[in-house]
């Protein structure tokens, strides 16, 4: 069992910069492909980014593609998310999920474990 944790949250103008962790428990955690899904008001989850269990590979959505980083620290079990050049469209409810495989996906249903969400807004 995983349980995740996410953090960094906040409030910020447009054109800023936020940095989400996520903490995991549970063993090995290399041995879990992770990524970030988020959810904006009346709109569905949707994919933002995801990496390796390595780390060596990672994958992003269009329309993060350049702004955002996932990067990960396995011997520290977190994994997390830079976003730069915020806008307002990138408000939304942001989860990081945990995948049993060490392989990047993108399909939500393909993830095991979900963290509780950690808002973020971007003001205008």
């Known amino acids: 069992q995983v349980q995740l944790v996410e953090s960094g949250g906040g409030l910020v103008q447009a054109g800023g910069s936020l940095r989400l962790s996520c903490a995991a428990s549970?063993?090995?955690?290399?041995?879990?492909?992770m990524g970030w899904f988020r959810q904006a008001p009346g709109k569905e989850r949707e994919f933002v980014a995801a990496?390796?269990?390595?780390?060596?590979?990672?994958y992003y959505a269009d329309s993060v593609k350049g702004r955002f980083t996932i990067s990960r620290d396995n011997a520290k079990k977190t994994v997390s998310l830079q976003m730069n050049s915020l806008k307002p469209e990138d408000t939304a409810l942001y989860y990081c999920?945990?995948?049993?495989?060490?392989?990047?996906?993108?399909?939500?249903?393909?993830?095991?474990?979900w963290g509780q969400g950690t808002q973020v807004t971007v003001s205008s």
């Open positions: 549970g063993r090995t955690f290399s041995n879990y492909a």
């Open positions: 990496i390796s269990g390595s780390g060596g590979s990672t």
């Open positions: 999920a945990g995948k049993c495989s060490r392989y990047i996906t993108t399909p939500q249903y393909q993830y095991d474990y």
